[in-house]
Nanobody, 124 residues
Framework: QVQLVESGGGLVQAGGSLRLSCAAS????????MGWFRQAPGKEREFVAK????????YYTDSVKGRFTISRDNAKNTVYLQMNSLKPEDTAVYYCAADSRPTGSIIPSLYDYWGQGTQVTVSS
């Protein structure tokens, strides 16, 4: 069992930055690939970024490439999402998720555990 708790969301103006954190419980964090997803009102949950167990493999959705950076610290059981140059269309609830497979997936249903989400609002 893995419990995930996101933090770091908030209200920011367009062009600003936020850093999301996702803290995992237990001593098996390094056995999971981690992903960040987001869900805007009235829309389906969409993939944002994923990072492999070791951190050696990273993948982003096109809309955030060059602006967002995913990273992890296995010693701290934490995965991060640094978000720069934020746009109003980035407004959503952001979720982290854990996938027991080595590199993770872009498909939400393939993840094993989810956090409760953190709201990110970008004003224009």
């Amino acid at each position: 069992q893995v419990q995930l708790v996101e933090s770091g969301g908030g209200l920011v103006q367009a062009g600003g930055s936020l850093r999301l954190s996702c803290a995992a419980s237990g001593r098996t964090f390094s056995r999971y690939a981690m992903g960040w997803f987001r869900q805007a009102p009235g829309k389906e949950r969409e993939f944002v970024a994923k990072i492999s167990r070791s951190g050696s493999s990273i993948y982003y959705t096109d809309s955030v490439k060059g602006r967002f950076t995913i990273s992890r610290d296995n010693a701290k059981n934490t995965v991060y999402l640094q978000m720069n140059s934020l746009k109003p269309e980035d407004t959503a609830v952001y979720y982290c998720a854990a996938d027991s497979r080595p590199t993770g997936s872009i498909i939400p249903s393939l993840y094993d555990y989810w956090g409760q989400g953190t709201q990110v609002t970008v004003s224009s």
